[in-house]
């Protein structure tokens, strides 16, 4: 498995049949982004999970720190009003 | 033999091998990533075969299944092209095969899409997709291979150098080629010669790779009439199983 450290990590993330958007679902090995998508449909979508596929290289992603979890999150936890869950949708609107 | 059995046993018998071949990384792969595309691809050609040899065993009309024909046949009976059949050696010529003859196989199944034979048609248009896939994989590592480091770069020469012998084959027609052509079941395996030479052609120079001089084909794979002295040592090990335990099923 030596070659699998040379090359670099991405994440992957697939939009179902069914799904309204794509959606993480791990990470690989792959030589370039081309390689990765390849990968990405013999890894990830052999058992017929998706219709489109996206791969970003894991170095690429910018996250959040976890240390920044108070003034981050706390803030917008007592803010129930932030919520539209006052309204009422008319079932024809779909989903939302 | 009818024509259309060892037409259909061709067909079959080439899926078999070269997905018990591919199926044989299975753990082994140099990557994780690899490892699963090769198990991918070695299942794909092992669904290919069921279909194959299934409707094979039907035209035969002998009581025999899909099964039977893939395990309980000895070396001289399989009719699969040499080349599928040498081992793998290493990842590089495992790939090199698999590009050689995905190369052959993608204008050989859209061809027999349009089969008159409708059977033939229907598997053909399943096994094409997956074809289609493979060919797309195998000559980007081919080329990834062949233009990459130098200890590669002379691997996949050196897989080049081996298998180009076995090329000639899959163009060499015969009688049952000649009666399929008849009966509009199949083109001729030489028309497919100018598609591949121009395919290959432009993915060895993409590759960096030289193509090997000289037109010398080993034969008797599709004939069955001389097979290489690897595929016994395959069938050990492929049809062990249902040779100890004959009809065991699980």
Known sequence: MSTSKEWPLWEVFIRGQHGMSHRHVGSLHAAD????????RDVYTRR??????WVVEAARITASSPSDKGPMYDPARDKVYRHPTFYDIP?????? | MDPLFAFLLRQGDNALVLGHRTSEWCG???A?????????????LIGQTQLWLG??????GAGRSANDLAFLRDVYDFRNLLMLEVPNQDFGR?????????AFQVPWLTALCASSDQRVAEIAAKSLKEATYHLDRSSETVIALGDGTEDSNRRMQGALDYLWPYTGEMFADDEVDRAMQAAGVAPLPSDMRERWDTSVRETMQAACLTLP???????????????????GHMLATMQVLQRSYPGASW
């Open chain 2, 32 to 44: 994780l990533e690899e490892d699963i595309a090769l198990a991918n691809t070695a299942l794909d």
């Open chain 2, 213 to 231: 001089e000289g037109d010398f084909a080993h034969s008797g794979g599709r004939s069955g009439v001389r097979h290489t002295e690897h595929l």
């Open chain 1, 48 to 53: 017929n999970e998706g219709v489109s596929i």
């Open chain 2, 28 to 30: 082994a792969a140099p």
């Open chain 1, 33 to 40: 982004a081309d390689h990765a998508i390849k990968n990405a």
């Open chain 1, 91 to 96: 079932d024809d609107v779909g989903k939302m």
């Open chain 2, 94 to 102: 495992t790939l090199m095969r698999q590009f050689l003859f995905d």
């Open chain 2, 55 to 60: 409707y094979a065993a039907e035209v035969e």
